[in-house]
């Protein structure tokens, strides 16, 4: 670590501007104390994972934004080496939602980086992320981050449409259908499923919603306009990213669900359904 990654580290630390945070986080903690106070009082029961979660959270985003800070000053090649790491974290929270599914893991990995990393790739190339490290860093791991959302859903309506319908596959089978067409429906619908909360988001721009880019890059000074372009096209970078992610691990897990004589494997749809 240089001298001057130190000081930028150190400098951003000492801003005024984190006091200020930490006085919106009491503020905003406020608010969360008033739901948790219905919680208790309905015995909802699960305001011990708000308060876990939310203790994660606050550590993990103020952690990340220190990291940022000393990454920002460092070589432009690390930024490879960051995205890596975010690509395999997100394969690893996602494939939880199917991890009765062999290799779940090692598809989620490679579909999410085939997806996110693609998309990455050509959007430098075509100047929309700039090659820097902080475009790099945040576009890319928002990218990432929905990516691996649209993973995750997909994993767990696939493995939820298979123990639902697992009569009908194996009549299917039974009949000398494939395995891809027995379950090409599910696979569809799994699909489709995964890419609704982009879809809809995409529909409410501008009308239900200003995201959180558009409306920073407006508060910054910048033109409307191009603020609200530029939204749009990051959009369509997490739609990209995120349908060729459960495109691609679709295709690789739905091998994984059969044995070598082209039927349901029983342990992976036991171990589904358990």
Same mark, same amino acid.
Request: net charge negative.
């Given at each position: 670590?240089?001298?001057?990654?130190?000081?930028? &580290?150190?400098?951003?630390?000492?801003?005024p501007v984190v006091i200020t945070g930490f006085v919106q986080i009491l503020t905003a903690t406020v608010l969360a104390a008033i739901v948790l106070g219905v919680v208790y009082?309905?015995?909802?029961? &699960?305001?011990?994972?708000?308060?876990?979660?939310?203790?994660?959270?606050?550590?993990?985003?103020?952690?990340?934004?220190?990291?940022?800070?000393?990454?920002?000053?460092?070589?432009?090649?690390?930024?490879?080496?960051?995205?890596? &790491?975010?690509?395999?974290?997100?394969?690893?929270?996602?494939?939880?939602?199917?991890?009765?599914?062999?290799?779940?893991?090692?598809?989620?990995?490679? +579909?999410?980086?085939?997806?996110?990393?693609?998309?990455? !790739?050509?959007?430098?190339?075509?100047?929309?992320?700039?090659?820097?490290?902080?475009d790099l860093i945040v576009i890319g791991s928002m990218i990432i981050a929905n990516a691996m959302k649209t993973n995750s859903l997909v994993l767990d309506r696939f493995t939820?449409?298979?123990?639902?319908?697992?009569?009908?596959?194996?009549?299917?089978?039974?009949?000398?259908? +494939?395995?891809?067409?027995?379950?090409?429906?599910? !696979?569809?619908?799994? !699909?489709?499923? +995964?890419?609704?909360?982009?879809?809809?988001?995409?529909? +409410?721009?501008?009308? !239900?919603?200003?995201?959180?880019?558009?409306?920073?890059?407006?508060?910054?000074?910048?033109?409307?306009?191009?603020?609200?372009?530029?939204?749009?096209?990051?959009?369509?970078?997490?739609?990209?990213?995120?349908?060729?992610?459960?495109?691609?691990?679709?295709?690789?897990?739905?091998?994984?669900?059969?044995?070598?004589?082209?039927q349901l494997d029983d342990s992976v749809l036991d171990a589904i359904e358990t």
């Open positions: 670590m240089t001298e001057a990654t130190i000081d930028t &580290f150190v400098e951003q630390a000492t801003d009082a309905r015995e909802l029961d &699960f305001e011990r994972e708000v308060l876990t979660t939310s203790g994660r959270g606050l550590v993990q985003v103020v952690a990340a934004g220190a990291v940022i800070g000393v990454l920002l000053a460092a070589h432009l090649a690390w930024a490879t080496v960051v995205l890596a &790491f975010m690509i395999c974290v997100a394969g690893w929270i996602s494939h939880k939602r199917g991890d009765a599914i062999p290799g779940v893991f090692r598809t989620s990995v490679l +579909s999410i980086g085939f997806g996110a990393g693609l998309v990455i !790739v050509m959007m430098t190339v075509a100047g929309a992320i700039e090659t820097t490290m902080r939820g449409e298979l123990a639902a319908n697992r009569p009908e596959i194996e009549a299917m089978l039974s009949v000398g259908g +494939s395995p891809d067409r027995a379950i090409n429906q599910y !696979v569809s619908t799994s !699909v489709y499923a +995964s890419i609704i909360p982009i879809l809809d988001s995409i529909k +409410s721009l501008g009308i !239900v919603q200003i995201p959180g880019l558009m409306a920073g890059m407006i508060i910054a000074g910048a033109n409307p306009i191009y603020a609200a372009q530029y939204q749009f096209v990051i959009m369509l970078m997490i739609f990209a990213a995120g349908g060729l992610t459960v495109v691609v691990n679709t295709m690789l897990i739905s091998r994984r669900v059969f044995t070598d004589a082209k």
